[in-house]
């Protein structure tokens, strides 16, 4: 399996992940001819993309799907609640539903885990692939225990960071907005991102890629720094890290 994170921020998220039989994308929040570019700079036929798995109905992570449906006619995996939502903003589109939270795309295999964000449904995924295996959570205000076994020591983490809360708390948005943010419905800080990082990594983990970053609340440094803060905390050591961007894709990951 190979992954590689196209955009990610509050102005548009989607992931490419690759396996020898089927090529996906999480998410759609770019536009069309950004994927476009970026699937044509990865040597990557955009026609062939076959499946797009959707976290949640918020536009960073849709908005560029009408175009893309319209030229390429995927097939969306959606919840029933999430088929609805879409339903308003899409028309007519082709559509499958998991089965028993699970889909089966080729040689992937899709688990559903649910999320905690202020969507009409939000949801993560832990993907496999043979032996490899990614997380991939954004959006989310906690992470429920019941997900925890599933969730550890998997080849690949790419989860949400989204703010540092100081620099929250002392940044532009209004105080409604702080609260959004910071609720069990809004986004994971650093501290938490790093706080479950440390008890789902094990010794079949190769990456970490934390996304989702605030451009304003957040940077790249506070992320990097309260995660080893909270790997020194607890004794551990784990240094093959990425940093998904708004505009630029990451290196294509092999999981």
């Not at 918020?58 to 088929?83: C, Q, S």
């Not at 082709?94 to 969507?119: C, F, M, P, Q, W």
């Not at 992320?223 to 708004?246: G, R």
Request: net charge negative; aromatic share 8%; charged share 25%.
């Amino acid at each position: 399996m190979k992954v590689c994170v196209l955009s990610s921020g509050s102005k548009g998220n989607s992931t490419l992940v690759i396996t020898d039989k089927v090529k996906i994308l999480i998410d759609l929040g770019t536009t069309t001819s950004y994927v476009e570019a970026a699937l044509n700079n990865l040597n990557v036929d955009v026609k062939e993309i076959s499946h797009i798995l959707i976290t949640h109905s918020h536009a960073d992570h849709i908005k560029g799907l009408k175009v893309f449906i319209k030229r390429y006619n995927p097939v969306i995996l959606v919840t029933e609640d999430m088929k609805n939502v879409l339903e308003k903003e899409l028309g007519n589109f082709r559509y499958e539903y998991y089965e028993d939270k699970k889909a089966i795309i080729g040689d992937l295999t899709v688990n559903v885990i649910k999320t905690s964000h202020d969507a009409e449904e939000s949801i993560g995924f832990v993907l496999t692939n043979n032996n490899s295996s990614m997380v991939y959570i954004t959006d989310t205000g906690y992470i429920n225990q019941k997900y925890f076994k599933i969730l550890s020591n998997n080849n690949l983490y790419v989860l949400e960071s989204n703010h540092d809360i100081k620099m929250l708390m002392d940044g532009p948005y209004p105080y409604y907005l702080q609260q959004r943010v910071r609720g069990d419905k809004g986004h994971l800080s650093n501290k938490q991102a790093s706080d479950y990082l440390c008890k789902f990594i094990g010794d079949n983990t190769r990456k970490i890629v934390f996304a989702h970053i605030s451009e304003h609340n957040n940077s790249y440094e506070k992320v990097i720094e309260t995660f080893n803060e909270e790997l020194s905390k607890n004794d551990m050591k784990f240094d093959d890290v990425l940093i998904a961007k708004q505009n630029e894709a990451t290196e294509v990951i092999e999981v």
